[in-house]
């Protein structure tokens, strides 16, 4: 069997300019980056008359078998175009964490890719880059400040700013900085997260334009005074040059399906420590050119999808027509109690003790005011009586279904769902909470409606956090909840649909740039660290080509 790489690398490839034309991009919007990707000049992008319509495309609780949303998603674009439509999907960039770890890229598989997948993988056109040299020249400035004189009076042990590097590294969650004596810097305890749950990366997410985005930078708090008064980026002048190292990172990235279809990749933050979105430019501008817009959220609808509506929906304005929960009949047997060793083995009472869990979701995107359907991503090993399970469980679940078979097919293989999609389009879409009403009331609103918890339970640190928050007017923000994306709890352990839990939040991080709080819960990490055996160590470069990736 081809891998992955195997398959991109033998696609003859379309040059850029054909795709930006097929699209409606004009050549002066384009801005090269060699033959096959290019970024679109915002400055360029005419609005159109009546925007494309949104389908947000999330999955059920991830399980070791992989459910293989983002290539259902490119499958599902590639039908919707074959079929008269003009689609264009809107995807997140790869970090080079998981690329190196073991979770795998963004950029689909198999017949259902957006390519070229070896550069969008790997550095792509160095937009994580830019926002890693961003974040970390923010963190030299403010040591710098401290070292000569500190005139603002930040306190040292008050700096709630951290350096970032797009690796999965455990030995940088917690370091000192600054040993050596007076020369070296002040010595202070710190963390490194990793880039895609930098605060940079949120801000260039939700940013509108170039100017949103250099005042969001200078809105970010960096940590505060001896007297307890926050300090931002803008007191200590660094907004500006924060912009400039950003200045075409926040032009969306212009490649292909493929199928030859439109693809934007911009933006790359993990939904379990992170917003889980791609940017709101790059959805909005491919409102601009396509009829309907096919975009992601990462993991979950109690993840990826609820800050989608809650968070980037709210600051964007955006309406989304439609919804696709995308699972698998492995993944159901998993969260019914099967070893992952035996999830080829047909086993209905299993599908039917871990159907729970789509049920969740699909429950929780409809209090968002949209009409899901379920997409059964099919397996070699999925034998027919398991398929006319799923059939007469929608049925009966009052939802629709549609089968896809996209990584062999490609779009060929997502005709039924492309048509089922469209069939249940809805006009708008709605928030699940009330931001007016408070941090507090926020957490618990999500976790009693999308979380089925009981109660939420907060720790001395995040009592102290809760109360900075209100002192300063952060109050009102949005709330961005880290939390483990297996299970609908806190405990990566309870699988299925767990009712009657407690959420256990730990931390409140204040994003003043972004305009979210982050609640930390569970013993989630903002720096993952590497598994026994890395993907790292697959990859390689034979006569040229690289090899080992996917």
Known sequence: MLSDVDIAQAHALEPITEIAERAGISQDALIPYGKYMAKVDLNQVTPAAKPG?????????PTPAGEGKSTTLIGLTDALASLGHKAMVALREPSLG???GIKGGAAGGGYSQVV????????????????????????????NHIQQGNAIGIDPRKVTWQRCLDVNDRSLRHVVTGLGGPKQGVPTETNFTITAASEIMAVLGLATDLDDLKRRLGEITIGFTYDDVPVTAADLDAHGAMTALLKEAVNPNLVQTLGGTPALIHGGPFANIAHGCNTLI?????????????????????LGAEKFFDIKAKYGDLDVAGAVVVTTIRSMKYNGGVAREDLTDENLAA?????????????????????????????????????????RWAKNFGVALAEAD?????????????????????????????????????????????????????????????????RNS????????????YSFSDDASLLGAPEGHTLHVRELRPRTGAGFIVAMTGNVTTMPGLGKKPAATNIDVVDGKITGLF
């Open 53 to 61: 319509k949104i389908v947000l495309v999330t999955g059920v609780s």
């Open 98 to 100: 998981p690329v190196m």
């Open 116 to 143: 070229p997948m070896e550069n969008i993988n790997l550095h792509f056109t160095g937009d994580f880059h830019a926002i890693t040299s961003a974040n970390n020249t923010l963190a030299a400035m403010i040591d």
């Open 282 to 302: 790059a959805t909005t501008t491919a409102q601009q050119y396509a009829d309907i817009v096919l975009t992601e959220a990462g993991f979950g609808s109690d």
């Open 351 to 391: 599908l039917e003790a871990g159907i729970v869990n789509v049920e969740r979701h699909v429950e929780n995107l409809r209090k968002f005011g949209v009409k899901p359907v379920v997409a059964v991503n099919l397996f070699a090993s999925d034998t027919q009586a398991e398929r006319d399970y799923m059939r």
């Open 406 to 470: 996209v990584w062999a097919k490609g779009g060929d293989g997502a005709i039924e769902l492309a048509e089922t999609v469209v069939d249940n389009l809805v006009d708008s879409s709605h928030q699940l909470y009330d931001r007016d009403k408070g941090v507090e009331a926020s957490i618990e609103t999500i976790a009693r409606e999308i979380y089925h918890a009981d109660r939420v339970e907060y720790s001395p640190q995040a009592l102290k956090d809760l109360e900075t928050i209100k």
């Open 474 to 485: 952060w109050y009102a923000m949005p709330v961005c909840i880290s939390k483990t994306q």
